[in-house]
């Protein structure tokens, strides 16, 4: 792979739709497609380009359509918006699934033009172990996969996620759930899948790695693997099975101040903290673990805590409130959280 193209992966949906709209002369885009009106205002233009890359929708340069503002960015020096719903504001172009000969149009692999070939990184999800989980850890690892895609989908889109592992019934089993979508989904080993993208540098992630995952791991892996396993009931060492399929991977550990527990365990969640260590907080891994900790997980980190820091007096254990908000400062938990936990460890709160 040439350098160009490592450096092009930071081209994500929405900036290559700008791009495109910059390049064309756009400055407005609307939309004769149905779109989710509450996407369509969080995410804007990234919703908009994952839509039309996936469905391929066509670019039109339509006069007759006209909307309201429902989200609008600034771009180097200019204001880009998109049009939807019923307004008076004229678009530049629209996008469609139907094309009319007599208007100018553009096709939707225009667009594939501003964005990183092959396209990384790449997320993959192995699904070699699929044999060992209960119908209950089946259905709970289906969710996770489809929650995984929605997730991915406001990054980056759906060419950088590859389902790995899948015999002909799990490749339907799994599309059930991930609905129209351009995911990989193949029988093959993460190997064969990441040697076909040139992905050099592969992170491994599994909770029981020698060695924890460093900002410069998640900033510059080409790709991620995970694996397809839901651990309802425990299984030491299954992980570590994941090693042998890609063997010039570097295996790493998602930890959160010196440990594990509390850190969020799905798929998705997973998925969810590399994305936003990559894209939103700059490496910052910790942050990007505490924004996605559930109160589950909060429980489960301040129990941890709590055992550390108790003391004992009289033969009874406790913990005070200044420990309370020595935690507070760094996690974000409530005294509520604080309490549940603490009963849990059977250890008294005072002041």
Do not use: C
């Amino acid at each position: 792979m040439e350098e160009t193209s490592k450096l092009a992966v930071n081209n994500r949906p929405f900036e290559a739709l700008l791009k495109f709209m910059d390049n064309y002369g756009y400055s407005k885009i609307g939309s004769r497609e149905w779109l989710e009106l509450d996407r369509l205002t969080r995410l804007g233009f990234q919703y908009l380009a994952t839509e039309t890359l996936v469905r391929e929708y066509s670019f039109i340069e339509d006069e007759s359509y006209h909307g309201k503002e429902i989200y609008s960015q600034e771009w180097r020096g200019s204001k880009k918006i998109v049009l939807y719903s019923n307004g008076q504001e004229k678009a530049d172009v629209v996008i469609s699934r139907k094309v009319n000969p007599s208007i100018k149009s553009l096709s939707w692999r225009s667009l594939l033009d501003f964005l990183p070939q092959p396209p990384l990184p790449l997320f993959v999800i192995d699904m070699s172990m699929k044999f060992i989980h209960t119908p209950e850890e089946l259905a709970k690892l289906r969710l996770q996969i489809g929650i995984s895609l929605s997730v991915l989908r406001e990054y980056l889109w759906d060419s950088h996620l590859a389902i790995t592992g899948t015999d002909e019934e799990t490749s339907k089993w799994i599309l059930e759930v991930l609905g129209y979508n351009k995911v990989s989904i193949s029988n093959a080993r993460p190997s064969e899948i990441l040697w076909g993208f040139d992905a050099d540098k592969v992170i491994i992630l599994r909770p029981d790695a020698p060695n924890a995952l460093k900002p410069e791991d998640v900033l510059t892996a080409d790709a991620f693997l995970i694996g397809g396993i839901v651990d309802k009931i425990p299984r030491p060492g299954m992980s570590r099975m994941l090693d042998s399929l890609v063997p010039w991977g570097i295996p790493r550990r998602l930890e959160l101040k010196g440990s594990v527990i509390g850190v969020p365990e799905r798929i998705n969640r997973i998925i969810e903290i590399l994305l936003k260590t990559r894209y939103i907080y700059n490496g910052d891994i910790t942050k990007a673990i505490i924004s996605t900790m559930t109160k589950k997980d909060r429980i489960s980190r301040a129990y941890r805590e709590i055992i550390k820091d108790a003391k004992e007096e009289g033969g009874v254990r406790f913990v005070t409130k200044e420990d309370f908000n020595k935690l507070k400062s760094w996690l974000p938990l409530n005294y509520d959280e604080y309490l549940e936990a603490a009963k849990r460890a059977h250890i008294e709160v005072r002041g």
